[in-house]
């Protein structure tokens, strides 16, 4: 039962609350001391701290033929939900692999075309009026507000992003067609030509984006293009 709980550093205890609860879709703290065999104090102790930390919400039941002070019970929240195993890796392979068997490589590319269309729409207003470098410090968090894994360098060869916690890894991993849809962005945004340098896939430990300054480019007229095959 409480296997299934992905949060290693959790309590037995507290793993197994969280998998009944899953099961049985909501609890009350008697019904969690009845299944588990253990105080009522001991449960509403781990409830309390599960509520707190964001894992479980609380109801009150206010069933009018119940006697008695209304009961509380206790449902997942989304994040609770998250603890569980999920398998949207492995269904966006599928989806990407189905759209290129259905349209070939240019049906892919149109997808992640229209992707970098909605992530240049939301992040445009952000950046408009900003230099260059300042505009790819804004863009530090395109993936994650205050992104603490991803920051911009300069060097000898000019600007780069460096992410050093891809959020779409597993994916990307597999097929690293994906990392195009960032590459495309970058370049919209910034006004200049980006490539990756350095690559997850390619045991770098880091994907890096080179912004190319003696490259500009017109956003407006800028064609999506798909990144050179890497790792298959």
Not at 61 to 80: E, F, I, K, N, S
Not at 170 to 182: G, Q
Not at 215 to 227: I, K
Request: glycine share 8%.
């Amino acid at each position: 039962m409480t296997a299934t709980v992905q949060a290693p550093e959790m309590s037995e205890m507290r793993k197994a609350i969280l998998a009944i609860v899953k099961r049985r879709g909501s609890a009350s703290i008697a019904e969690l001391a009845d299944e588990l065999d253990v105080s009522y104090e001991a449960i509403r102790q781990q409830i309390t701290q599960l509520h707190r930390e964001g894992w479980l919400g609380k109801q009150i039941d206010r069933d009018r033929a119940r006697v008695g002070r209304p009961q509380a019970r206790y449902r997942l929240t989304p994040a609770g939900d998250h603890l569980f195993p999920k398998h949207y890796d492995a269904l966006t392979v599928e989806l990407l692999d189905a759209v290129g068997e259905e349209f070939g490589r240019e049906g892919v590319a149109a997808v992640l075309a229209d992707l970098a269309d909605t992530r240049v729409k939301e992040w445009a207003p952000r950046v408009a009026g900003l230099d260059l470098e300042a505009r790819l410090r804004a863009l530090r968090g395109i993936y994650l507000d205050g992104d603490p894994f991803v920051s911009v360098e300069r060097d000898e060869g000019g600007l780069r992003l460096v992410e050093r916690n891809c959020p779409f890894l597993n994916v990307a991993s597999k097929r690293p067609v994906l990392c195009s849809l960032t590459v495309s962005v970058l370049t919209r945004l910034l006004g200049h030509r980006v490539v990756r340098e350095e690559r997850f896939q390619e045991g770098d430990g880091c994907c890096a984006f080179r912004v190319l300054e003696g490259q500009p480019v017109d956003p407006e007229s800028y064609r999506f293009e798909l990144e050179p095959a890497v790792g298959g």
